[in-house]
């Protein structure tokens, strides 16, 4: 069989698509990172897909700040196919997926979230659970559907807030759990077959 073939799209670092590329290198995911796109073009994730030798791209402009504009989805559309992409990854991609995308690849797009999803849903989720003052949260793996945050779940992983935590020390221990789970989640559901 054939190794499932992925886009990836991310707004920021790019730590996940590094966790995601390096399981590929060390044989412990089984897919093909095709190419690596953002919505911004100054976007460290484009410099992370460049040391990699990854072939990678900028969106085209948007006039809406949490979307791509109609045309710009429908030319990602025609970009994915083109490639033949199978998988839509999003790794810290921040703008809301409309119809055009959605229609084009039914149960194929996925997305981490920094939190145990139905909770914390929206933007920076860890510093609403440090608001809410809860004990345990983590990351979620899940489909990507019209509701924000709201696709099935596919995998979690749990991981203690603890006393003197601030933003950063509860990212990046999010992060952490979140650099695990994506490819290990990710294996498992192209080898499964699973779907939502
Ligand atoms: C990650 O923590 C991811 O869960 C979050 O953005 C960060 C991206 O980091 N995504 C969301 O909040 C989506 N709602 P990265 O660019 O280093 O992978």
């Known amino acids: ?60 402009p948007s006039p809406f700040k949490t979307k791509l504009s109609p045309e710009g989805e429908l030319a990602l559309v025609a970009y994915l196919q083109q490639h033949e992409v199978e998988w839509v990854v999003l790794a810290g991609y921040m703008r809301v997926v409309k119809p055009p995308l959605l229609d084009a690849f039914p149960n194929r797009i996925v997305n981490i979230h920094p939190s145990l999803l139905p909770a914390f849903k929206g933007l920076r989720a860890w510093e609403q659970a440090l608001a809410a003052g809860v004990t345990e949260t983590g990351c979620t ?26 933003s950063e020390t509860l990212h990046a221990r999010i992060q952490e759990a ?8 990710l294996e498992r559901l192209f080898t499964s077959g699973i779907q939502a």
């Open 1 to 60: 069989m054939s190794r499932p073939r992925l886009a990836v799209l991310g707004s920021g670092r790019g730590s996940n698509f590094v966790a995601l590329q390096t399981a590929i290198l060390e044989h412990r995911l089984d897919a093909e990172i095709v190419f690596v796109a953002s919505d911004l073009p100054d976007a460290a994730i484009l410099t992370r897909a460049a040391e990699f030798g990854l072939p990678h791209l900028t969106l085209p």
């Open 141 to 166: 793996v899940h489909y990507v559907n019209a509701e924000i945050d709201g696709g099935a779940i596919i995998a979690q992983e749990r991981v203690p807030v603890l006393t003197g935590d601030n």
């Open 178 to 185: 979140e650099h695990r789970l994506y490819p290990a989640a």
